[in-house]
C-alpha cells in the first residue's frame, strides 16, 4: 500500500477536509469529484496516521489542529471551509476557535459525550482492541475486500451502505488502520479528554450524525454539543446512516457540504 501525507485538487474557494481516527485522507475519495468542482480541496493526513508526519514527542490536545494549521499555512489557506468526520470533526472545531475557518461541517464529531459518561473510556478501549484486530488482518487486506463478505466485515462499524465502495478503497482503509499509531493518541485522550473552546466559535457550524453510528451512537455521543457547547449548531440527522457518513451516502454528504459551505 502507498499511503501519501495530502490531496489537493479543484478549484474555487479552499476547503479543508480532515479524516478520523486510525483513517486516511482517502476516506473523502467518494465526495472529493464533486467537492473540487467548487472548491480548492486540501486533505491532509493527521499525524500519527498512514502517511502523515510521524508522532514526535509528547501527544497533547493541539497536537493535531497545529499541524492542520501548517498544512493550511502551507497550501496558502488563512481560512477555510473546514469538513471533519469523527476526530477530523472535532480538530475542525478546535481549528474553528482558532480562528481559521469559514464554516465547518463536522460528520459525527468526537469530544461530544456528557461530562462523566463513561462511554469515552469504552469508545477509546474499542479502538484499542479494533487497532490489534486490524493488525492482524492487514496483511491479508486485499483478500477481505475481494468478497462481499469481506467488504461488509471491514465497513460493519463505518457504515450501513457498503457495495458502492471499490475493494481498493476498503483494502487501502484497513491497511492505513493498521499502520496508524493509534495508542498514544488515546492515552491522551484518556488522560485530558476533548477540551473545546466553543464560545470562540464565530462561524457557521452545521453537524452530521448518522443515526446508525455504531462508534458514537446518536444521541449519547452528541449531548456536550446540543445541549452545552454548539446549541445554536445547524443540526442534520441521516436515518439509517453510521459513523461514516462520505463512504455511507456519498452524494448525500457532498450536498450536505456544498450546501453550506458557501463563497
Same mark, same amino acid.
Given at each position: ?136 488482518? &492487514? ?5 477481505? &475486500? ?28 484497513? &491497511? ?88
Amino acid at each position: 500500500m502507498t499511503f501519501t501525507p495530502a490531496h489537493r485538487g479543484g478549484s474555487g474557494t479552499p476547503l479543508v477536509a480532515i479524516h478520523g481516527f486510525t483513517d486516511t485522507w482517502r476516506t473523502w475519495e467518494l465526495v472529493l469529484p464533486a467537492l473540487e468542482r467548487r472548491h480548492d480541496v486540501l486533505a491532509p493526513t493527521l499525524p500519527g496516521h498512514a502517511g502523515g508526519p510521524r508522532l514526535d514527542g509528547e501527544v497533547t490536545v493541539d497536537l493535531l489542529p497545529s499541524a492542520v494549521e501548517r498544512a493550511m499555512d502551507e497550501a496558502g489557506f488563512e481560512t477555510a471551509h473546514l469538513v471533519g468526520n469523527s476526530l477530523g470533526g472535532f480538530v475542525a472545531l478546535q481549528l474553528a476557535a482558532r480562528g481559521r475557518a469559514r464554516s465547518v461541517v463536522a460528520l459525527a464529531p468526537a469530544g461530544g459525550w456528557a461530562h462523566g459518561d463513561p462511554s469515552l473510556a469504552e469508545t477509546l478501549g474499542f479502538f484499542a482492541t479494533m487497532h490489534d484486530q486490524v493488525r492482524k488482518a &492487514a496483511p491479508h487486506a486485499e483478500a477481505i &475486500a475481494s468478497s462481499p463478505g469481506g467488504r461488509r466485515s471491514a465497513t460493519a462499524y463505518l457504515t450501513t451502505h457498503y457495495e458502492h465502495i471499490p475493494a481498493g478503497l476498503i483494502a487501502h482503509l484497513i &491497511a492505513g488502520a493498521a499502520a496508524c499509531d493509534a495508542l498514544p493518541m488515546i492515552d491522551r485522550a484518556l488522560s485530558d479528554g476533548y477540551p473545546l473552546e466553543a464560545e470562540r466559535i464565530t462561524c457557521p457550524v452545521r453537524i452530521v450524525w448518522g443515526t446508525a453510528d455504531r462508534i458514537l451512537p446518536f444521541p449519547r455521543a452528541a449531548i456536550r454539543y446540543r445541549e452545552q457547547l454548539l446549541p445554536q449548531a445547524d443540526w442534520v440527522e441521516l436515518e439509517g446512516v453510521g459513523h461514516a457518513p462520505q463512504l455511507d451516502v456519498p452524494l448525500e454528504t457532498a450536498e450536505l457540504i456544498l450546501g453550506f459551505a458557501g463563497s
